[in-house]
């Protein structure tokens, strides 16, 4: 089930020179709904604003759109809500209008069916041959522009593999193509700095506050491939996935000096936050 509503209205079409198309002038959240409620929307909302505000516009009516979005929720029941937000038509140039009209797109989707057994058993990685270039201004953001997702996307999965890993430019640890990455290393929690690039999801902030609360050395940093490949316990998360363990990671396809494929044992604690955030599909 897909449904779209553009600027409040249901409708499939948006201008043809609106700069989220053109230069993908803009910020997105995806966000998960159980029971007819938003999961942290006041959470992705703040994001969105932040990240409109580096960019440099402003959203004009946040309580509106938060509405529109509770409505859609009540609707939808079960699923997700993704929530596009552009700086709306500029003309032909990267100039930007200095008075822009924003454009908000609303779409309703089915959460993937595989992500409640991703959930339960967890999945595998591969690392990907495309990597991140790095931009300290854009990173962080969930800007609209993600022609390197893209780019990872377009490459063929190896069998068993569910999901890419993505190293920047440096060969450091990035993300997954769809979710943010953690190891556990003895006492520590450790997941990469999102400083030179690479999305900060909101999921990401609500697991590392809740393992806080639960006394556990939370520490952002870089992460090289021999850190990954030492770590006890590996876990992605996002907004839909909640967390999920990782239970393998093929390494071999950059730096063949390390293993091709290193094993992890799931972490007890994936389960117990995921408890306590009420995430467990």
């Known amino acids: 089930m897909s449904s779209v509503f553009v600027n409040g209205q249901s409708d499939n079409t948006i201008q043809a020179l609106d700069r989220g198309l053109a230069y993908g002038d803009g910020a997105f ?48 029941r ?18 930007a209008p200095e008075s822009p009209n924003i454009s908000e797109v609303i779409s309703l989707h089915d959460v993937p069916a595989s992500y409640a057994n991703w959930q339960a058993c ?20 969930k800007h609209l522009n993600r022609l390197e997702q893209v780019l990872v996307k377009q490459q063929a999965l190896p069998e068993s593999v569910d999901d890419w890993l993505v190293l920047d430019a440096d060969n450091y640890v990035v993300e997954s193509s769809m979710a943010n990455i953690f190891i556990v290393k003895g006492e520590q929690v450790i997941t990469p700095a999102m400083n030179q690039c690479g999305v900060s999801g909101v999921m990401r902030e609500q697991v590392i506050d809740a393992l806080l609360t639960n006394n556990i050395v939370v520490m952002a940093k870089a992460i090289s ?13 996002n907004s839909l996935l909640g967390m999920v363990n990782i239970n393998s990671i093929n390494m071999g396809v950059i730096n063949s000096n390390l293993s091709s494929s290193h094993h992890y044992k799931p972490w ?7 408890t306590q955030l009420n995430l467990l599909y």
Do not use: W
Request: one cysteine or more; aromatic letters at 4%; glycine letters at 10%.
């Open 268 to 274: 007890a604690m994936t389960h117990n936050v995921l």
């Open 122 to 141: 967890g999945i595998s990685l591969a690392l990907s041959p495309v990597l991140l270039g790095k931009q300290p201004l854009l990173a962080g953001m």
């Open 78 to 95: 079960q699923g997700c809500i993704k929530l596009l937000l552009s700086r709306g038509v500029g003309g032909r140039g990267y100039t």
């Open 29 to 76: 959240a995806t966000m998960r709904v159980c029971d007819g409620q938003i999961l942290f929307l006041t959470e992705h909302l703040l994001r969105l604003q932040q990240t409109c505000q580096r960019l440099g516009f402003s959203i004009p009516d946040i309580n509106s759109i938060s509405q529109r979005l509770n409505v859609h929720a009540q609707t939808l």
């Open 225 to 237: 491939l021999t850190d990954l490949q030492n770590a006890e316990h590996v876990f992605i998360t």
